[in-house]
């Protein structure tokens, strides 16, 4: 196991303190002391494929770690009592300025990444949105930049996240079928 992996991190029973927070089956620590079980769940996640009318898809280029400078699809985690829908809504407002006019759910994918020293569980899902207007957006937020590429626009090697990659992939792959 990774030593950055949640069950290699974590010592201390987030409730009570004590250190006898011992690992309980491969995905939960249990706190012999006050009986808190913690579970190393995946995060909900939502990305967003913004299309345009040649087929174009938007990108955007990170401003936060990880992957500071890298390209992205626009999105990010789902808020406590959001939906997923709500939630890419949000994020594109955030980020961009943007307001959806149509969104369909196309699939979802695994992740995981080192944030702090510390392995995040995620699942990514992935909506195909068209917007009211792509006139006068600005990327704010967490974002440093946006740009709508053709698939011969695009290195995949410049999008470092597999689940994002495989999005896009999938995307471009969709349109010339
Ligand atoms: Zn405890």
Do not use: W
Request: with cysteine; aromatic share 12%.
């Amino acid at each position: 196991m990774n030593r950055t992996h949640p069950l290699k991190v974590l010592k201390y029973c987030p409730k009570c303190g004590s250190a006898e927070f011992n690992t309980s089956g491969d995905r939960s620590l249990k706190c012999a002391s006050c009986g808190f079980h913690f579970f190393i769940n995946s995060a909900a996640a939502v990305a967003a494929l913004v299309t345009i009318d040649s087929g174009k898809l938007m990108l955007v280029t990170r401003g936060v770690e990880p992957n500071y400078g890298k390209l992205d699809l626009p999105g990010g985690f789902i808020d406590p009592l959001e939906s997923a829908e709500e939630a890419v809504k949000r994020e594109l407002k955030e980020e961009l300025g943007l307001e959806v006019k149509t969104l369909k759910y196309l699939g979802s994918a695994p992740n995981e990444y080192v944030f702090s020293e510390y392995t995040v569980f995620t699942l990514d899902m992935a909506f195909q949105v068209s917007a009211e207007s792509v006139e006068g957006l600005k990327p704010m937020d967490d974002i440093l930049d946006y740009k709508f590429y053709s698939e011969e626009e695009l290195d995949y090697d410049d999008i470092p996240a597999p689940s994002i990659k495989n999005f896009v992939k999938d995307y471009f792959q969709s349109i010339k079928a």
